[in-house]
């Protein structure tokens, strides 16, 4: 029956992937995840080994109560930050179940104290590590997503040299407790773990965030996979494999929309936090068009099709809403409307996404790049809010920049292309747009809510 049981939640997890895939059926997709999660739960609590229950029900009403609060409290654009705290939860479980493991042997039939099996003792050594450099880094890029530190890429001498001689240590190390198991071994290799966790995501800067979002996913799964055969529990080493594979899978993704490999994050340090003090960054003799609130609704009231871009400026001023009433008064006066996401736009993968559907954007209404990108050239007018990076056609003309080869909105090739932006400052990548001093283009200078409020008033 556990077998069974085990082989249910495990689907129920599937189809909640299978959910997750489309906004339109993301909810139906999270209902089968928490139903095979309580499965999972109730499953593993029937065991017959099981005998601390109280112990149990105290750290599941704590968690629960941390979770509920969060949950209720968080907003919507601070989720990337909120996913980087749960993936730093998921390591930091994975070590203290590998601890529990390496202490209590017995109590997991995997051998006795200093003998432990071979097998299980690598699987523990795996989850181990995964599970520390999964705390650490996710740790940093919860710091650098909240703002508590720099989102800059943090960076010293021979930083690469340091961190391979890490990694061969934890190699070294891992080897020692296999033949060993002594504790101060152990507690050596989780030490080395956490601090490679955390030199390996100092270095990358706020461009990158949301592939390390992806990747940090995808290395919590492998360590909750690491510790399911330690447990030799098979939904967790399903859950965990499913977690990890779907996260690699993302990442990939995540890292061709911004044409860069994996390695490529992980060493190059792109992109940080650019201030309004650099704002014209080598903006030369050349000059901006801005605009005001009334041009803005004239242009798009006028219009035939205009196609929407949101990006992370839109999420920090919370403009969704604002922006789905724009959009109505416009369809009400016979404009179609579209909206345009780009595969890294925001600092999460389909953090755009999550804020349109808070605001019930239509789904029909939400194109990816693939899909919408060859409409540009057709529309009226492109209204870019709080997007740069995603739109800038230094990616497709100097060879030389950060951001070479990354695909991009074609913004540009619509009638006229409105910026709301606080400023001429440059995105994440820190590259100048030129796309700001077009002749088709229109800045909108001032907070992206704001702006879109009175755009909306002008309209009516």
């Known amino acids: 029956m556990t077998g069974f049981a085990y082989l249910i939640a495990s689907v129920l997890f599937i189809m909640a992937l299978r959910g997750l895939s489309s906004p339109e059926s993301a909810r139906q997709g999270n209902m089968f995840g928490i139903t095979g999660m309580v499965i999972a739960i109730l499953t593993a609590l029937s065991d017959p080994s099981v005998v601390s229950f109280s112990m149990i029900l105290v750290g599941m ?15 919507m654009t601070a989720l990337p930050q909120l996913v980087a705290a749960f993936h730093s939860l998921v390591g930091l479980a ?33 989850g181990l590590i995964i599970g520390a450099i999964t705390f650490s880094g996710s740790v940093i890029a919860f710091a650098k997503l909240q703002g508590m530190m720099s989102g800059n890429p943090i960076t010293f001498r021979l930083q690469h040299p340091l961190n391979g001689l890490i990694a061969g240590l934890i190699v070294l190390t891992m080897l020692m407790l296999i033949s060993g198991q002594t504790p101060g071994t152990f507690w050596t290799l989780a ?14 800067g706020g461009a990158d965030m949301p592939v390390v979002v ?17 447990l030799s529990n098979p939904a967790l080493i399903i859950t ?18 911004m044409n860069r490999s994996i390695i490529n994050v992980l060493l190059g340090g792109f992109g940080g936090d650019t201030g309004g003090a650099s704002a014209a960054a080598s903006t030369g003799d050349k000059t901006a068009k801005s605009g005001a609130a009334a041009d803005a609704a004239f242009l798009m009231k006028n219009a035939n099709k205009v196609i929407i871009i949101p990006g992370y400026g ?48 239509p789904y029909d209404e939400v194109f990816e790049l693939d899909e919408i990108n060859h409409e540009f050239s057709s529309a009226d007018v492109a209204f870019v809010i709080g997007a740069n990076d995603t739109t800038n056609p230094v990616a497709k003309t100097d060879p030389s920049s950060p951001i070479a080869g990354m695909p991009i909105l074609e913004a540009g090739k619509a009638g006229t292309v409105l910026f ?15 796309l700001f001093y077009a002749d088709n283009a229109m800045m909108l200078f001032g907070d992206a809510k704001k702006m879109t409020e009175e755009i909306v008033q002008a309209l009516a």
């Open 240 to 257: 965990g494999a499913l977690v990890g594979s779907s996260g690699a899978i993302l990442s990939y993704i995540m890292c061709k929309g």
């Open 420 to 434: 709301v932006k606080r400023s001429l400052s440059p995105g994440y990548a820190g590259v100048d747009n030129p």
């Open 191 to 204: 030490g080395l773990s956490f601090l490679i966790g955390f030199l390996l995501i100092i270095p990358i």
């Open 61 to 75: 009403l704590i968690g629960g109560f941390i979770g509920t609060v969060v949950a209720l409290r968080i907003q």
């Open 94 to 126: 994975a070590v203290f179940v590998a601890g529990a493991a390496f202490y209590n042997p017995e109590a997991y039939n995997i051998g006795t104290p200093g003998d432990i099996y071979t097998g299980s003792i690598i699987e523990m050594s795996l």
């Open 314 to 361: 839109m999420a920090v001023a919370q403009a969704q809403h604002a922006l789905r009433e724009m959009a109505d008064v416009l369809k009400a006066e016979g404009v179609g409307i579209a909206y345009a996401i780009h595969p890294v736009a925001g600092r999460m993968p389909g953090h755009m996404n999550v804020l349109l559907a808070e605001a019930n954007v």
């Open 214 to 230: 992806s990747m940090l996913n995808s290395y919590s799964g492998w360590a909750a996979c690491g510790i399911g055969f330690t």
